[in-house]
């Protein structure tokens, strides 16, 4: 997969020239080529941090909010994980913003330091005698601002590569932020061998736990990779044909560079890619947010076996989508990214399909919270928090199944696992062929114009489309079960 990546980054921008070529040498020169992939590599990995800042925690964020204050509920759960995908929403408009009238270097190195101070402020929140549940909601808000610089990232790439490059570019940036997220957890995983004790620098009042370990650890990759930013990432803007093109961005004017015409943007295409996307990630939305819940209510699975095989199931789909993010790059030459685009969808819809349950086979009941023969209402958040609760001292996982307080439990009949597993690796296909060609598309319809501010807002509707669609299918899921879900 390395030696395809780096195939595709080395492709001579004309195809019947080569590096040393003189032809080449008008265009680019050795010099600027691999100045301009340098500081493209490091925004592939300040993608890689972004996602890893999100995921990274998200297996310990209930037991250590439980711990640090006692009055957090299951509602105030959903705000902290929510708040992530608020925060980034926010912000991906105003550093897109910022990216098209001053130096990329000044967003990314603001908003990278913006995640690093809410790690720290993530790692502390046990301090405070009090209200330590909203410490943490603005310490997460914050984590997710930062990572509004995704704008920021995904404008440069589209304004540093020839229309040539872009697929590729592109493909290999979501690669790095599928591999964040399939790290993350991986990354906590490791940390839990520290244990909830821990060691504390009474000094400084810092606690080294399984909690905190893994965003001290995204601080101190914070800090490096703004290292990288100031010493390695140099303004480059080039256009369809690889020529350097004059910006406001550049540092340094040369005389080589020229002024690209700034044409007009189809603004109904813009506002249809935009929907598009939200679309495509409300969809993902909904199955990455029912998998847990639909697991164990299926298939009887205890919380610790919903830890270990969903984990394997999603470390598996992030697997997927980084081998798919790297074929869709060859593919795209061949039949073009809309066809690509078209593919991805049918795909996406047949996995859903799929997942609808049909025949005579029903899911185990779950009986024993039944009482005086009431239904009481359960929350969606109360569902996911019982995967997030460490087993008792006695190991009891409590009674298995789908249950009765779900009343469609009686009458859904079962997802079977290998309708389930076939499901998810065809929504595993066609989720990042999707992610990938929206964004390739996209940047092709912007045009020359500087794409940070339209980058912000696509980054903010797929922000809003992860905080509507949990939103939507707990409600949807709860009470109707996985087969209105699926619609």
Known sequence: MASLEAKAEQEPLLSDSLPGSREWDIIETEEHYKSRWRSIRILYLTMFLSSVGFSIVMMSIWPYLQKIDQTADASFLGWVIASFSLGQMVASPIFGLWSNYRPRKEPLIVSTLISVGANCLYAYVHVPASHNKYYMLVARGLVGFGAGNVAVIRSYIAGATSLQERTSSMANTSACQALGFILGPVFQTCFALIGEKGVTWDTIKLQINMYTAPVLLGAFLGILNIILILTILREHRVDDSGRQCKNVNFEEASTDEIQVPQGSIDQVAVVASNVLFFVILFIFALFETIVTPLTMDMYAWTREQAVLYDGIILAALGVEAVIIFMGV???????????????????????????????????????????????????????????????????????????????????????HLAQFLTSAVLIGIGYPSCNVMSYTLYSKILGPKPQGVYMGWLTASGSAARILGPVFISQVYTSWGPRSGSH
């Not at 859903?352 to 009481?376: A, C, T, V, Y």
């Open 329 to 415: 790059k060859l593919l795209s030459k061949k039949i073009g990214e809309r066809a690509i685009l078209l593919g991805g969808l049918i795909v996406v819809w047949a996995g859903f399909f799929i997942l609808l349950p049909w025949g005579n086979q029903f899911p185990k009941i779950q009986w024993e919270d039944l009482h005086n023969n009431s239904i009481p209402n359960t929350t969606f958040g109360e569902i996911i928090i019982t995967l997030w609760k460490s087993p008792r001292e006695d190991h009891n996982e409590g009674p298995t199944g789908c249950p009765i307080e779900q009343a469609w439990c009686l009458y859904t009949p079962m997802i």
